[in-house]
């Protein structure tokens, strides 16, 4: 479901933005409009959706405009052009009461200096969104503490911000926005203050907060390690236009220029590289109950194969190898039971390619891919796996060094 | 040398004069009211402080001065200064004084905080404001006895009304800066919780600009009391007249009596308002 629609969105800073916006149409660079016009590009024709319920990054570097295209969707920044459109309503419609209110109901803000509220207790910084609301005292007490046992800060409630370590006032920050139950949550930068592993520490409980909250999250970084963790879908972001738009692995794999390739050079990428982008596609496989040694022997022949899979009633139960065939055919056994190895490794599609590794090392069979419902989709073999690790290491380095010829 | 034409004589003096007859030509029903009305404040602080038994506001500047400055000592300092004054007979004089004081201070705040507060608000107002602060800050003290003297007579109101023009400009000032120190992060989360204007300023706002604003109060009572003594050159009766009458009979004594007496009540009311400024909020 569509729950943030950006529609064609410009936002150019200074008093007249009319010659710039003309420049930008034509084409023109950031600083050629910026030197002719002195006026700042802050985004530039901007349009994507976000899905209900997924975490949506927009990375890129500083300067890029991904924090003025996320003060855009709440208008705390007016933009110049274009919409946006929240659950059907467009955003830069509202008059100044009903943003007011369309703020208070659908957009929770964390930010990357906290901004914390330093007269107000914990408790009174969370509470703030709902007395803002008008709600009454004792149910948005109830609220408060409610949120703050989530993100862990029970106990904490009369301290004020300043007596808190820096990753326990984002932790305010994170409960003063959830307190409103609203149904977006924008993160600018939420965690890039926090030292590495205080980080690490929140990101992984922001993936699970959003188990259990379910919210539609933009959230802005420009860690890409930090975009791939958190994001189901990743925006790229480049002086204030968006260059490309997809999944982690889409990006990654397949990045749309020398920006691009550039940001993801030094991304381990055997860490976002899964089964899936790996495998060799194969549905060849022998079932226990119709094929014997000869007819085994028969379908690897046909797919240049040297093992072979074996399933029974859909699942699969082992592999077995064509030296074993042929010496069983010549044996003349009508089964494969008896040279079936029951040992090999099964992973799903979405395994990453440094979980690969070891399996191989450790079996001589290759790896079975396998979908959600059990039957095989693909397998892999060390040779692939390698192969495919270096094909896409050497497009990134492809990629940078025609960049840096470029230049 | 060359000495300055004769000629070019802009006649602002003549002009200040007629604007001033037109004024109250014009708005002196208007200010025979507010006249009335500052003379009704005043009585009534004059009137509570000379109603006040002296053991009472001693013992409560003691104990007030020995809370906010959180020192025993400082409690007992402040308490005896206060006694001193009543010790040189002069304590119905101060109590006029200190009258005139809280009631001026009392219209300035209600003057200077909003104008802070709009200042705070808008750049356009800020820029018109602040030179005529300036100016009122600047100019001698006794220029303002003149046109207080033209509109109200002689009496407690024109000293009033002057020591509020001279007393004012901190107030407002610092209401000001104390506001748009507020940090723009701490704004922006406001906004971005979809406070209104009203909620932004009372919720975050003022309480952020506190000590700064209290520090304008602090500077504001004590150039109430400067003026005060000033003032009493067009009528107002208390520590200042002392002062006064002393010089122009050049008794020595009785004038270093009464300005001891100001000096005294200067410490109290400055220590006890700027420990309240820079007292932190526990």
Redesign the interface.
Same mark, same amino acid.
Request: aromatic share 6%; charged share 15%.
């Given at each position: 479901m569509e729950k943030i629609v950006i529609e064609g969105l410009y936002k150019i800073f200074g008093p007249h933005p009319e010659e710039a916006m003309r420049m930008v149409r034509q084409g023109r660079s950031k600083d050629e409009i910026m030197e002719k016009t002195r006026h700042g590009l802050g985004v530039v024709d901007a349009s994507f959706v976000v899905n209900a319920g997924e975490i949506f990054v927009v990375m890129g570097l500083s300067g890029s405009g991904k924090s003025t295209l996320v003060r855009c969707l709440n208008r705390l920044i007016e933009p110049t052009a274009g919409r946006v459109i929240v659950n059907g309503e467009d955003v830069t419609r509202l008059g100044k009461r009903a943003l007011r209110q369309f703020r208070q109901k659908h957009f929770g803000m964390v930010f990357q200096n906290f901004a914390l509220f330093p007269h107000r207790s914990v408790l009174r910084n969370v509470e703030y969104g709902l007395e803002v609301q008008g709600v009454d005292a004792t149910t948005r007490h109830e609220a408060a503490m409610k949120v703050l046992k989530q993100v862990g800060l029970k106990g904490w409630e009369e301290s004020m911000p300043d007596q808190l370590s820096g990753g326990m006032q984002q932790r305010v920050g994170l409960a003063r926005a959830l307190a409103l139950d609203a149904d977006i949550m924008l993160m600018d930068e939420a965690f890039s203050a926090l030292d590495p592993l205080i980080r690490r520490d929140m990101q992984d409980e922001l993936i699970d907060l959003q188990e259990k909250v379910q919210k539609t999250i933009v959230f802005i970084s420009h860690d890409l390690d930090e975009a791939i963790k958190l994001g189901d879908r990743i925006v790229l972001m480049k002086d204030g236009r968006l260059v490309q738009q997809g999944t982690a692995e889409e990006i990654l794999t397949n990045p749309a220029d020398d920006y691009v390739a550039r940001f993801v050079e030094g991304v381990d990428m055997s860490k976002v590289v899964t089964a899936e982008t790996i495998m060799k596609k194969s549905d060849t496989m022998a079932y226990m109950k119709t094929d014997g040694p000869k007819a085994a022997l028969r379908k690897m022949e046909k797919a240049g194969i040297s093992s072979l899979f074996v399933g029974e009633g859909g699942r699969l139960k082992g592999i077995v190898t064509a030296r074993a065939c042929r010496k069983a055919a010549d044996r003349g056994e009508k089964s494969l039971a008896d040279i079936l190895d029951t040992e090999i490794h099964m992973v799903t599609l979405d395994t990453p390619a440094n979980e690969l590794f070891p399996l191989l090392a450790d079996s001589p069979h290759p790896i079975a891919v396998v979908g959600d419902d059990g039957h095989l989709k693909g397998v892999i073999v060390a040779g692939s796996l390698l192969a495919k690790l270096s094909e896409v290491s050497r497009n990134e380095s492809g990629n940078g060094n025609s960049s840096e010829s470029g230049s | 040398m060359m000495e300055f034409p004769k000629d070019i004589d802009i006649p602002l003096d003549v002009w200040v004069d007629g604007i001033m007859e037109w004024v109250l030509a014009t708005f002196g029903g208007f200010f025979d009211l507010l006249g009335t009305g500052i003379l009704y404040l005043l009585l009534h602080t004059e009137s509570f402080f000379l109603w006040l038994p002296w053991p009472i506001l001693v013992f409560g500047v003691g104990i007030l001065a020995w809370r906010v400055m959180g020192s025993w000592l400082a409690g007992l300092g402040m308490a005896g200064m206060l006694f001193f004054v009543g010790a040189l007979g002069l304590w119905d004089l101060g109590m006029m004084t200190l009258a005139l004081v809280v009631a001026s201070v009392i219209v300035s705040l209600a003057i200077g905080l909003p104008l802070g507060i709009a200042m705070a608000s808008s750049d356009t107002f800020q820029a018109i404001i602040k030179p005529i602060l300036d100016g009122m800050q600047t100019m001698p003290s006794f220029v303002y006895l003149i046109p207080a003297l033209m509109l109200f007579g002689l009496g407690k109101v024109p000293a009033l009304f002057a020591t509020i023009i001279y007393a004012v400009p901190p107030v407002i000032r610092l209401t000001n800066v104390g506001i748009r120190e507020v940090?723009a992060?701490?704004i922006? /989360? /406001?906004? /971005?919780?979809?406070?209104?204007y009203w909620?932004i300023l009372f919720?975050?706002q003022m309480?952020?600009a506190r000590p700064t604003i209290l520090v304008g109060i602090n500077q504001t009572t004590m150039m109430a009391l400067a003026m005060v003594v000033i003032a009493s050159m067009i009528g107002a009766k208390g520590l200042g007249l002392e002062v006064l009458l002393a010089i122009n009979r050049i008794e020595v004594g009785r004038g270093f009596e009464a300005g001891l007496c100001i000096v005294f009540m200067a410490i109290i009311i400055d220590r006890i308002t700027f420990s309240m400024a820079s007292r932190k909020?526990k």
């Open positions: - | 940090s992060n701490v922006e /989360a /406001a906004h /971005a919780f979809g406070s209104s909620q919720k975050i309480p952020l909020k």
